[in-house]
Nanobody, 117 residues
Framework: QVRLVESGGGLVQPGGSLRLSCVASGSIASPYVMAWFCQAPGKQRESIASISSDGDTNYLDSVKGRFTISTDNAKNTWYLQMNSLKPEDTAVYYC???????????WGQGTQVTVSS
């Protein structure tokens, strides 16, 4: 299985920006969907942004217009650009992929994002 490593989290003030990175240990077989998830304390992990191997993107309503998912295929890396951050965006962020809507990759350690003044 292709493993993923997330990075780029940190402490940021409300209104600030962060760019998260998700680096894969190898190429992921198409067709796949790569997604970013967040898990806030006491809450379930939820998908907030995804991009297919065809380049189609989807976003949770709460992040539309603020977050952008993108990929650098040459580097096997996916990004989540997070702008206009809010305290409610505070969570651990994970990336993961699903191949042919069936086979999920292993979960990584995630990266902590804290939005606070």
């Amino acid at each position: 299985q292709v493993r993923l490593v997330e990075s780029g989290g940190g402490l940021v003030q409300p209104g600030g920006s962060l760019r998260l990175s998700c680096v894969a240990s190898g190429s992921i077989a198409s067709p796949y969907v790569m997604a970013w998830f967040c898990q806030a304390p006491g809450k379930q992990r939820e998908s907030i942004a995804s991009i297919s191997s065809d380049g189609d993107t989807n976003y949770l309503d709460s992040v539309k217009g603020r977050f952008t998912i993108s990929t650098d295929n040459a580097k096997n890396t996916w990004y989540l650009q997070m702008n206009s951050l809010k305290p409610e965006d505070t969570a651990v962020y994970y990336c993961n992929y699903v191949i042919r809507k069936t086979f999920w990759g292993p979960w990584g350690q995630g990266t902590q994002v804290t939005v606070s003044s």
